[in-house]
């Protein structure tokens, strides 16, 4: 009887998580990134150049609220192409239909896990991963914000699944296109060509064919835009980079963060050499991740969890709703832990995962500046305390489930 009332309980607890989304959508159709990703579409739509060209007129014609800054857009022009398809249509029904896209793209990444953990987990054990996506503050907040990342992380997923699949082409060419549309996902190329390669010669002809892909979609969507796209939004980046910030859960920010902490009050330009040295540490945080890639016997799943939970780590931006990547490591994470649930793993898991969904602990710091940092990075932790999760279980067995 106690099971299926805490089944029922959890249940409920997936369904209000939907209302939550579902309340909070109306009110974003106007605002956030979904009113520079529709501006910048449009003008592309006309023919004028998004990155050179001022978004006000096109948010004053379309009722947007204007933000406290010149809106500047900040996504390469595969992106903005990509979305001029949702741009062709009415600002509101084009809000509806991005939001309907994120939605399936969340859809295809649990229904890309289930099918990818093969009964691993049970019914019950479904319904609490499920239950714990739809709850966490990355899915509410990437509604929220309407980011794209969903699609991004089906993209990337679906690309592991074609690699287990014995189709390493096709997998290449969906962590390309990924990649072209925001740039971190780049970061696991060249383990998908690695790993999908049986000799030198496979693998460089497959790095080939993403650089030519690469190419193509450069010249296709106009060089002028790119150079205008690394000119243009290079500011606004550098000082959203810098922060800090506490939604902003990478290692150059958390560095940052804690040269803020010894400076006291600096303004953001005094910390460019701290958000260096993090930038550094988050490249070697990648490399290190690679390195133990390399090292141990292959376990394909363990490898692309672990990479992926170190791209967002070592990216120089990793915000909050680029969390919802932790969606298929920490399901895979509940499957291993669920194998050999010793007390020790199964409580230091659940710590983790809290963490990682602890968007709002900064509260915790009862006012005190340095402790709202230090309590604002929780999913900072949580994403570092999942990475030497998958770096031990790669150290500890010679095979894991996903070969």
């Known amino acids: 009887m106690l099971p299926r009332l805490l089944d029922a309980a ?215 835009w790119w150079l205008d796209f690394f000119r243009a939004p290079a500011k606004a980046l550098l000082d959203w980079a810098i922060g800090p910030t506490y939604f902003n859960f990478c290692v150059s920010s958390f560095v940052t963060a804690l040269g803020s902490l010894v400076h006291r009050s600096a303004p953001p330009g005094a910390l460019l050499n701290w958000w260096r040295v993090g930038c550094a540490a988050g490249g070697l945080l990648i490399a290190l991740c690679y390195l133990a890639c390399r090292r141990a016997r292959p376990d394909l799943e363990a490898e692309f969890c672990l990479l992926s939970l170190a791209m967002l780590a070592g990216s120089p931006m990793g915000w909050g709703y680029y969390f919802v990547f932790l969606i298929f490591p920490a399901a895979v994470a509940v499957a291993r832990v669920g194998r050999r649930p010793a007390r020790p793993r199964v409580l230091g898991l659940a710590g983790v995962l809290l963490l990682a969904n602890g968007f709002n602990l900064q509260w915790l710091g009862c006012g005190i500046h340095d402790l709202e940092i230090l309590f604002g990075y929780a999913p900072f932790y949580g994403l570092m305390g999942l990475i030497l999760f998958f770096a031990g279980e790669l150290a500890r067995a010679p095979g894991g489930a996903g070969n």
């Not at 859809?107 to 009964?119: D, F, M, N, Q, Y």
């Not at 499920?130 to 993209?155: D, N």
Request: aromatic fraction near 10%; charge should be positive; glycine fraction near 6%.
């Open 10 to 224: 959890v249940a409920l607890v997936a369904v209000l998580a939907l209302v939550r989304i579902a309340m909070v959508l109306p009110s974003r159709a106007t605002r956030n990134d979904f009113a520079a990703y529709y501006a910048s579409s449009r003008l592309a739509l006309e023919g004028k150049d998004p990155y050179t060209t001022s978004l006000l007129p096109v948010y004053r014609s379309c009722g947007f609220a204007l933000p406290s800054s010149a809106p500047t857009p900040t996504n390469p022009p595969p992106l903005i192409w990509l979305f001029s398809l949702v741009a062709l249509l009415a600002p509101r029904p084009a809000f509806w239909t991005a939001a309907a896209v994120q939605a399936a793209g969340l859809a295809a990444i649990l229904w890309l896990t289930r099918r990818l953990l093969r009964g691993r987990l049970g019914a019950r054990g479904w319904l609490y991963v499920c239950t714990g996506v739809l709850a966490s503050e990355a899915v509410f907040w990437h509604f929220c914000l309407s980011q794209v990342q969903l699609v991004l992380a089906a993209m990337m997923l679906a690309g592991y699944a074609l690699l287990q699949k014995g189709r390493p082409n096709a997998a290449c060419v969906a962590v390309t296109a990924a990649g072209l549309l925001k740039f971190f996902p780049f970061v696991l190329l060249p383990w998908f060509i690695w790993r999908g390669g049986q000799n030198a010669r496979t693998r460089s002809l497959r790095a080939a064919l993403s650089l030519a892909a690469i190419v193509v979609v450069v010249l296709a969507t106009g060089p002028g």
